[in-house]
């Protein structure tokens, strides 16, 4: 539970891409796609969260627990639908097309981490809490890494001369996983989660969101005649991540070693007053807070 109670409010934000140029980060071609990935990968992803969770609100016996989740679900819809709204205007835009990857995540999202994946029949109805506990604890497990790169991207130097417009979904965005960070984890214990279950997540979570960041962005690149060889993803994460134009991958895998700790908890994971500061300064959080101020 976070202590003391921090009400997370959803933040109507809306960006305008009709500028933003493919590399975004400026002669960075390769971090831009890494980075886009998110465009393709979260609008399927966060929707699924939202499903999930609006399972388990009718379990949630805590309050704060309780409205803490409700928050959780309407910025992440949010989330969902920003990185939507990039895909016509940025990158059909600049020719690339990403529906062969998108087909592919709403089959997982959608058919493989539904309800019933094998059918609505007596035994799948009879596992539904089980089955339910099982994705909580894996967007427990995700939301480990989005608090990690918002974080980073919330704190980075490395990428403040790039476009502002997808800086600020980017840091938007990733100052709103600092701020929600602990309710995917505490939602998962309240559920009755165990930290073998933790620990078995992590280790899922690790793999595929690895192969999804490689496969997303894999097929960015193929399509960007700025990049003649596609290397390796990760040889190229790993000298991005060196450069500082992504996070490290040595603070990324401690960052997964912390969540098999005993004590871990996400509230030591970053700093909420560090997302705040920046939500304050956001252009689209603020034009948000003006519109709902004004009712506009
Ligand atoms: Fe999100
Ligand atoms: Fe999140």
Known sequence: ?????????QRKVRFDFSATPLH???DEPEVSHVMNTLHILLPAG?????????KAVPLIT???????????IKQEAQHARAHDSALEPYLYRHGIDPSKFLRGV?????????????????LSRRLQRWWLVQRVGLIAAVEHFTCVLGDWVITTDKLDH?????????????????EHRCVAHDLHVHLGGSIVMRWFYMVVATL??????HAGSRLMMRQDPAIKRVRGFLPLWRELGRRGVLPRMGAIGRAVGRYFLPGYHPRTESDTSLALA???SSPAAQRAAEEARTGI
């Not at 202590?3 to 409010?9: F, N």
């Not at 966060?46 to 609006?54: G, K, L, P, Q, S």
């Not at 790039?162 to 600092?178: I, Q, S, T």
């Open 24 to 26: 975004w980060v400026p």
């Open 106 to 122: 709403r089959w997982l999202f959608d058919k493989v981490l539904c309800d019933h994946p094998l059918g609505d029949n007596a």
């Open 1 to 9: 539970m976070t202590a003391p109670h921090h009400r997370l409010e």
């Open 208 to 213: 595929a969101l690895t192969y999804l960041f």
């Open 46 to 54: 966060e929707f699924w969260f939202c499903r999930v969770y609006n």
């Open 62 to 72: 805590d309050p704060l627990l309780l409205d803490d989740v409700r928050g959780f």
């Open 278 to 280: 920046y939500l304050a």
């Open 162 to 178: 790039a476009n502002p417009v997808m800086l600020d979904l980017m840091r938007w965005h990733g100052a709103e996983e600092v």
